[in-house]
């Protein structure tokens, strides 16, 4: 199973695979990112992101 979207955990930003970010294009899965990748919004690393799964997060929420 395909984990789609991310949260980070310090301050509750949202990776979406489908939406991407600063740093990552659309599409961008969240193991394509470097490793030093950091939260856009608090600046953590990618290891204080954890697997999320909401029908808000389709919503861009
Ligand atoms: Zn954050």
């Given at each position: 199973?395909?984990?789609?979207?991310?949260?980070?955990?310090?301050?509750?930003?949202?990776?979406?695979?489908?939406?991407?970010?600063?740093?990552?294009?659309p599409?961008?899965?969240?193991?394509?990112?470097?490793?030093?990748?950091?939260?856009?919004?608090?600046?953590?690393?990618?290891s204080?992101f954890?697997?999320?799964?909401?029908?808000?997060?389709?919503?861009?929420?």
């Amino acid at each position: 199973m395909t984990v789609t979207t991310c949260r980070c955990s310090i301050c509750g930003h949202i990776y979406d695979e489908k939406i991407g970010d600063a740093c990552a294009p659309p599409g961008t899965t969240f193991e394509d990112p470097p490793p030093d990748w950091r939260c856009p919004v608090c600046l953590v690393e990618k290891s204080r992101f954890a697997p999320f799964a909401s029908p808000l997060a389709r919503l861009g929420l």
